[in-house]
């Protein structure tokens, strides 16, 4: 699935910027709603079917972040790319952690907007072809229903979480640096000021391999880390 004949929702308080968006999509065949406010668009998500969702964060009555988190509590999967003035590495950090899938910072030309939108739905509807599970020894990862198991036990996971051991099983027997976690997993520029990649990868150790007798994740002193059986 491409954009064209694409159904897609814009959330922005900014009339101007919405009008913008919205006529360009309609240009390119998609069928788009508008919500002006958070809450508005929350309610909007969850009660319709939209292929993808152009999130802003400064909103009224309800923010971006907690758009996307609430819609993913009710288990609502649509694709959502943030679009904000707020471009800082930590503000990206809080979006992929809410549940955000992409972000795109004000201003933007709107033929990267397009190429976002087309990269998303490509990915989700790629994944919802396939039966996507991933394996490395008992453990499990669930690419379409987003669902982590290891042995018979369920592992509840962050979105970024998520997507650090999917990098991970993805690479097994493979060492991955910090470098490579941060522009693979975060999309964006590794900062050697910041411990962000080992906080998360202790937060996935003490899920996936506290509890078990054989360890899955392995750090390599002064190179980053590996998922493999010992």
Not at 62 to 83: A, C, H, W, Y
Not at 142 to 171: H, S
Not at 188 to 204: A, E, K, M, R, S
Request: charged residues 30%; negative net charge; glycine residues 6%.
């Amino acid at each position: 699935m491409y954009v064209a004949d694409m159904k897609i929702l814009v959330v922005e308080d900014e009339p101007k910027l919405a009008s913008f968006v919205k006529k360009g999509l309609e240009e390119q065949s998609c069928e788009v709603d508008v919500a002006y406010d958070g809450q508005v668009g929350r309610n909007m998500a969850l009660n319709n079917l939209y292929d993808v969702i152009v999130l802003d964060i400064n909103l009224p009555k309800m923010n971006g972040f907690d758009v996307v988190q609430s819609i993913r509590q009710e288990k609502n999967r649509t694709p959502v790319l943030m679009l904000t003035a707020m471009g800082s590495v930590d503000d990206k950090l809080t979006g992929f952690e809410a549940g955000a899938d992409d972000y795109l910072v004000k201003p933007f030309e709107f033929r990267e907007l397009m190429a976002r939108l087309r990269a998303l739905t490509k990915r989700s509807s790629d994944a919802g072809m396939q039966s996507n599970v991933l394996k490395v020894a008992d453990l499990e990862l669930d690419l379409n229903e987003k669902i982590a198991r290891r042995g018979d036990k369920r592992i509840e996971l962050t979105a970024k979480e998520f997507g650090l051991l999917d990098y991970l099983m993805r690479n097994r027997g493979r060492v991955v640096s910090r470098v490579d976690i941060a522009e693979k997993v975060w999309d964006i520029h590794f900062d050697t000021g910041t411990n962000v990649i080992d906080v998360y990868v202790n937060f996935l150790r003490k899920k996936i391999d506290k509890d078990f007798p054989t360890k899955l994740i392995h750090t390599v002193i002064g190179m980053g880390y590996m998922l493999k059986e010992e």
